[in-house]
């Protein structure tokens, strides 16, 4: 939605439109050694209403001179007012600069920061241990300000030519393709093609001694992947899926990539995953750079989607970009649709689809709070927009977009993309432009459809009961863990809310199985069952984005029928549901881990991940000295699993199969404490270190985990030396995060007062930091620490890491805990952007009355589990 022009007016971080740019010529010369940057920039305006006044976005940059120069070339000298609190900068001039075309010429200098933002610093060391620099961009969502002056909204689309002056044995890469290359006063001077008319938050350069891959030529378009010296040979797993998505998008979409080149640099300090600068995405190296010999599967995805993702932002967010950042799903539930249907394509064996029911799960978690927001929701202040990059933008976004096609068909639903991606080429758009194009495809209007699931909070519970013998009586109502909040009577009741929602049923008789398809508009519909019904599945293939409870009745007969004959999604949401309903105090945990028992025989990877993230929640809310009963419950449902999949790959398995026996032996040999799986684990890690490449990687990540999880003072140590000698990013992340998982006090204090050294990157400390909350044996030694020293990491770490480690309070799950941490963020008056802290705490709340109502009824069903007597502890 637009925001009404009277709103943009009245807001303080909106800049007037009075005088708009066009064209950027920018020259920057970044001094690596000095950490500093000297700029210039002529920007081509039109004034559209006559003013002496014109206003743009600056910060931290100290800009020494603005004047305008008219069509004729008659140049008046402005005088500038920085308004820094509103990060921009007023330049007056002394007379009036009436309508037409003009140059704006500013000059400027900065620092090359260590923020992870704007125009920053970057280092590495060499393979002599020898430091090195080098300087790279990371503008979205507000932050190109801080690089050159500019009109620093995503709806002041202009074209940019960009100079860079560097040292002679560096190299710059920017969005566009090298036009020219000279040398001036000692120095080596590239400019930069013209790009395409664009936002500012795309701009991009990264100078540097890096190395490239050969090209490989996509259609027209010259595809290289950037590092680091030494670096480049775990180039080619990302080449390879950056050609494929970069090919399959093109068709899809069926436009041209809309660049001239395209370059994937990775890049050492990096804050997020990747960034779609047109032609120049800049990655961290985890996410692009693997050894596909030695990466888990997880890691080969990892990198899949990420690459997939950027690719495809380069027709959705920068071809058509969204008008505000209210509007970002626009972007980002795009690219994340696309990623996964893309990696679905490349690699079917690994089944992204029903991978993608985790993502869902994670929005349908935070979106079932009281504090949820809607996908598209109002954004002032850059702490707001920064807030936006949430699981409700990307997860629930991108669940809403596949319900969507699901119901309207694939071919259908890519016939309005390409309408809506055609009609708003070089432009920006809103959801209502996406909801016209999607309409034209489907030939009917959608709006009603998706008006509830973008506009407002929240998600449906469909709850399905009997009446009589064969009437299935589906009820639509708001899903929300907790009971709305005592003294909260706002307007909309929660309990009004409607959706309109397409659903697919199974229903099962003795003989048979059928699978009907309709769209809910009403709060209840009725159905009618065949009369020798045996069982009736809601959700069947899991595209939608919402929950189900069964009747007593229909659950029964769900189980008795064998679950294990549905889907994996359908198995995924199955406990998934469970477990939420359970949280929701809908179910008993004594039924909800009787259900369990009912999967474990279970081979999908992805079930097993919405089991495991069940018993890791029970992990947290129990007393320590629960430990044993949850260990013994832990070690029933794992070890017979564990065992038929035995501990190395068989011929002919799947890619799948190999990263669920790491899975679930990490698991058994943590969770689980069981004895003689962390012997064997042990054992071969020793093995493997000895004779390297014996051990599959899936298994080896198990195994440095459960090491870690046993280990002494001498273990440590040498996870610390193997941290800093790791041969990839992904090698480096086992051994990093390896150091949040011992259970020794003394050992996790020395990982807590690392992330405070320059041992360990501040794009990775917050990330371990959260590791360190969710450790049963350090947490409260975490939130103390993170308590004693916030001042320190809120000014160092990158906002969107400390952000994210924030989320680890919900691990401190006791009454006391919670107490401290109320205390904490309200007296130092913490404000993470948009909803972020009101969902955490929410989130937190809701464990911790989960916790009080039902930790004898845990005990006593956990008591009750019989062991399997073949097995000793
Ligand atoms: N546009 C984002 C990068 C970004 C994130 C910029 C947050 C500013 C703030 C990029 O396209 C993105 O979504 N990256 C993801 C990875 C992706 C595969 C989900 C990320 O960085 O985590
Ligand atoms: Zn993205």
Redo the contacts with the bound molecule.
């Keep these: 939605m637009t925001l009404p022009a009277t709103h943009i007016a009245d807001d303080p971080y909106r800049l007037p439109r009075h005088v708009t740019p066009t064209r950027y010529e920018l020259r920057l010369e970044p001094d690596l050694d000095n950490k500093t940057f000297a700029g210039h920039v002529t920007i081509t305006v039109i004034v559209h209403e006559p003013t002496s006044e014109i206003l743009l976005n600056v910060a931290d940059l100290e800009v020494t001179s603005a004047a305008m120069t008219d069509v004729r070339g008659i140049t008046e000298k402005g005088a500038i007012h920085l308004q820094q609190e509103r990060q921009r900068c007023c330049i007056r001039f002394a007379t009036t600069c009436e309508a037409g075309t003009w140059q704006l010429i500013l000059s400027f200098n900065g620092t090359l920061n260590d923020k992870l933002r704007g125009f920053y610093r970057s280092t590495y060391k060499d393979s002599t241990g020898v430091n090195h620099v080098l300087a790279a961009t990371?503008f979205?969502?507000t932050d190109a300000r801080r690089a050159f002056p500019c009109w620093d909204e995503p709806n002041f689309k202009a074209i940019f030519a960009i100079t860079m002056v560097i040292d002679p044995n560096l190299t710059a890469v920017s969005n566009t393709a090298v036009q020219s290359e000279d040398s001036h006063a000692g120095k080596k001077v590239l400019r930069f093609a013209d790009t395409i008319k664009m936002s500012t938050?795309l701009v991009a350069f990264v100078v540097g001694n890096l190395e490239a891959t050969d090209p490989v030529m996509v259609g027209p378009t010259p595809l290289r992947l950037w590092t680091v010296p030494g670096k480049r040979h775990l180039a080619s797993f990302g080449q390879d899926i950056a050609r494929f998505s970069l090919s399959f998008l093109s068709n899809y979409y069926g436009i041209p990539y809309p660049g001239d080149k395209l370059d994937l640099i990775a890049i050492p300090d990096f804050?997020?995953?990747?960034?779609?600068n047109l032609g120049a995405i800049t990655f961290?190296e985890s996410?692009l750079l693997l050894d596909r010999g030695r990466a888990t599967r997880a890691e080969l995805e990892?990198v899949a989607?990420?690459v997939?993702?950027?690719n495809a932002?380069m027709w959705f967010?920068d071809l058509v970009t969204m008008s505000w950042w209210n509007g970002l799903w626009l972007?980002?539930a795009f690219?994340?649709f696309m990623?996964i249907l893309v990696v679905d394509v490349w690699k079917p064996e690994w089944e992204r689809w029903t991978a993608f029911g985790v993502s869902r799960a994670a929005a349908l978690s935070v979106d079932g709070l009281h504090s949820t927001r809607p996908i598209e929701y109002p954004v002032h202040a850059p702490k707001d927009a920064?807030a936006m990059?949430d699981v409700l933008t990307?997860e629930k976004g991108a669940a809403v977009l596949r319900m969507l096609e699901q119901y309207i068909g694939p071919a259908v639903f890519r016939q309005g993309v390409r309408d809506y991606l055609h009609h708003h080429a070089y432009a920006n758009a809103d959801t209502k432009d996406l909801w016209l194009s999607l309409g034209r495809a489907a030939r009917q209007d959608i709006d009603g459809l998706l008006n509830a699931w973008v506009f407002a909070p929240g998600y449906p519970l469909l709850t399905a009961s009997l009446n009589g013998p064969s009437d299935l009586v589906i009820s639509q109502q708001r899903f929300t863990y907790l009971p709305k909040p005592i003294g909260d009577d706002g307007q909309a009741h929660d309990a009004d809310q409607q959706w309109h929602i397409p659903i697919h049923i199974n229903i099962s008789t003795g003989h048979r199985t059928e699978s009907r398809t309709l769209l809910l508009t009403q709060r209840e519909t009725s159905l009618s069952l065949p009369n020798d019904w045996t069982s009736v599945l809601l959700n069947e293939g899991g595209h939608g984005f919402y929950r189900v409870h069964y009747a007593p009745v229909l659950m029964d007969r769900l189980l008795k029928s064998g679950v294990q004959r549905f889907g994996p999604i359908d198995r995924f949401n199955f406990v998934n549901d469970a477990w939420a309903s359970t949280l929701a105090l809908m179910m008993s945990p004594a039924d909800y881990l009787s259900l369990t028992s009912h999967f474990t025989m279970e081979r999908d990877h992805n079930v097993w991940a919405a089991l495991l993230n069940s018993f890791s929640t029970l992990h947290h809310i129990l007393e320590s000295s629960d430990r044993p009963l949850f260990e013994h419950f832990m070690r029933n449902r794992l070890r017979e699993v564990v065992d038929t999949l035995g501990w190395s790959p068989r011929p002919d398995e799947s890619d799948l199969i190999k990263q669920l026996r790491g899975d679930l032996i990490r698991a058994l040999g943590t969770l689980g404490n069981a004895e003689e799986t962390q012997q064997r684990a042990i054992h071969d890690y020793d093995l493997e270190r000895a004779t390297p490449g014996l051990v599959d990687p899936n298994v080896l990540s198990a195994l440095i985990s459960i090491s870690a999880f046993t280990g002494d003072e001498a273990r440590y140590n040498e996870f610390v030396e193997r941290f800093h000698s790791a041969a990839t990013p992904q090698e480096e992340r086992h051994y990093l995060y390896a150091l949040a998982a011992f259970k020794a006090r003394p050992l996790l204090r020395r990982t807590l007062e690392k992330t405070m050294t320059n041992e360990i990157r501040t794009q990775d400390a917050p990330f371990l930091l959260l590791a360190l909350l969710n450790n049963v044996y350090g947490r409260e030694d975490a939130w103390q620490f993170i308590k004693q020293n916030w001042d320190y990491l809120d000014r160092t770490f990158p906002k969107?890491g400390l952000r994210r480690m924030c989320g680890g309070i919900v691990a401190l799950t006791t009454p006391e805990l919670e107490q401290d941490v109320r205390a904490f963020f309200t007296s130092r008056n913490i404000d993470l952007g948009g909803q972020t802290l009101a969902q955490y705490l929410e989130r937190l709340h809701l464990l911790v009355t989960f916790r009080e109502r039902t930790l004898p009824v845990i005990r006593t069903a956990l008591g009750k589990e019989k062991r399997f007597p073949h097995h000793a502890d």
């Excluded at 804050?271 to 779609?276: T, W, Y």
């Design positions: 990371q979205e969502a938050y804050a997020s995953g990747a960034m779609e961290r996410a990892r989607d990420v997939s993702h950027e932002h967010g972007n980002e690219a994340t990623e920064e990059f990307y969107n």
